[in-house]
């Protein structure tokens, strides 16, 4: 080998494969606005952002990034960017209001609109059915820690299917029901804002049970060709070192994180670990016969939410945390390197981890990137350009990562960048972008960051170069 050889090729291109999936994500509350239209009710992220001290500035999704009226000149902009897919969430408030009973006309035509708009375009459409906007209404009936609101959910999938299953392949039930659990009643930074450990374990298995019955009505409406999906936020969790410790403070948290979800949807039984663990909360008596059967209903791929991994040591963490009960004998620490606006890490190897485990624990089952993206403090320049390199780094360095699975044997069919537009980004109201399209909240105008034109470039090449 000469000296040349040696030498790292940068011309080359890292290709996917045909057929390879690009697509851009947004969830309905937060680009939506219309929250009051057309015979939407409040869901529980209505209430919550109204409740002074939860988010920041006091932002609402109430009119958020307007998606609601503009959602054709947003289409334009993915036919812009080239992608072939879009993964939007469907507001259960806005077509089935009370969360029960008749669906409102006028909600299923939006999203008739949406998706027809998109066929039209090219675009394939992903529809996901819950992304936290639950209707209040079930919140005061008892919410996720009542098994009723599961039952609830699949009545809404079983609408849903019906109003857009013949345009619809793709379909998702849960987005991160680790967040809507966790985060929603275990340390309530997240709507409904409850603080019980007990609630968010109860409101997991109601997730999990309300996916399987859903997978289940949804596979019963749809054309066979149609897909299934679940959607989670893996947690890529690393300990610190390999002492005994340091491994069980990982497996705690692997177990309240991701195999809380993986083990009763893909193979019908709850870790033995986590009932142990969480034995000073729950006896998990809430588990009825069945439902662990019900919750690991054939689904057709699942759906990875990545953004940083989470390095842990043997300890304790302060109080209020999310990890019912975990948190005493886990210390959460900073992973080393350059952070996001959101303070989280840049770390593309937690991608690659978490793509390889899951090729090794769940042969035969297709993945698919459903979110992965970074919010950056952009802005305009006084030419009108918004520059944001440091994104194009962190998606360039991710989408290596999956190029690297891929060829490692990872079966990974997609990739869909979070997110299209910045939009209303939870507890943190609109001071957190995410967006590859900027968007001037004051007048709704949109504009391409240097992102978007970036990875128009990485759709129309098929890679990176
Ligand atoms: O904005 C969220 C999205 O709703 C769910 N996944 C993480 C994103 C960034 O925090």
């Not at 999704?61 to 080239?82: K, T």
């Not at 004998?329 to 978490?354: C, I, K, N, Q, S």
Request: charged share 25%; aromatic share 10%.
């Amino acid at each position: 080998m000469t000296a040349l050889d040696a030498r790292p090729d940068t011309t080359a291109t890292l290709r996917f494969p045909a057929g390879f999936r690009w697509g851009t994500a947004t969830a309905a509350y937060q680009i939506e606005g219309a929250a009051a239209e057309d015979g939407r009710t409040p869901s529980i992220w209505d209430t919550f952002s109204r409740v002074p001290g939860k988010v920041r500035n006091g932002d609402t999704g109430e009119i958020a990034a307007d998606h609601y009226h503009r959602m054709s000149e947003d289409i334009a902009l993915m036919r812009r960017l080239g992608v072939t897919d879009y993964r939007f969430s469907v507001a259960w408030p806005r077509v089935q209001p009370t969360g029960r009973g008749p669906a409102v006309q006028k909600g299923l035509d939006f999203y008739r609109r949406l998706v027809d708009e998109l066929l039209a375009s090219g675009i394939r459409p992903v529809a996901t059915l819950y992304h936290w906007d639950l209707p209040q209404e079930l919140e005061d009936a008892g919410g996720w820690p009542q098994r009723e609101t599961a039952q609830r959910f699949a009545e809404y999938a079983e609408i849903m299917a019906g109003a857009l299953g013949d345009r619809v392949a793709t379909w998702t039930t849960l987005n991160e029901p680790w967040c809507a659990a966790f985060l929603g009643y275990g340390n309530g930074v997240h709507a409904p804002g409850r603080t019980s450990p007990l609630a968010s374990l109860r409101a997991a298995h109601h997730f999990n049970l309300a996916h399987g019955w859903a997978a289940q009505v949804l596979r019963s409406h749809l054309p066979s060709r149609s897909e299934v999906s679940l959607t989670l936020n893996l947690h890529a969790v690393r300990p610190l070192s390999e002492s005994a410790a340091d491994l069980d403070a990982a497996r705690r948290i692997d177990a309240v994180g991701n195999r809380i979800f993986l083990d009763p949807v893909f193979h019908g039984r709850l870790p033995e670990d986590l009932i142990r663990d969480t034995a000073p909360v729950t006896d998990w008596s809430f588990v009825a016969d069945g439902d662990l059967e019900a919750a690991s209903a054939p689904i057709d791929s699942l759906g990875i939410n990545y953004y940083s991994p989470t390095v842990v040591a043997a300890g304790s963490s302060d109080a209020p945390s999310p990890w019912a009960g975990a948190e005493e004998h886990v210390r959460f620490l900073p992973a080393p390197g350059p952070r996001t606006a959101m303070d989280w890490p840049v770390d593309a190897d937690g991608l690659y981890e978490l793509l390889t485990r899951l090729r090794d624990d769940l042969p035969g089952v297709p993945l698919v990137i459903t979110e992965n993206g970074a919010a950056y403090d952009d802005y305009a320049d006084p030419a009108g350009e918004v520059k944001d390199p440091e994104r194009v780094a962190y998606l360039r360095a991710h989408l290596a990562a999956v190029h690297r699975a891929i060829e490692d044997g990872a079966d990974v069919r997609g990739y869909f960048l979070w997110s299209l537009l910045d939009n209303f980004e939870w507890a943190y109201g609109y001071s957190k972008r995410f967006g590859i399209v900027h968007v001037d909240f004051a007048t709704q105008r949109r504009t391409f960051k240097g992102s978007a034109h970036w990875y128009a470039d990485v759709i129309a090449r098929g890679g990176l170069t």
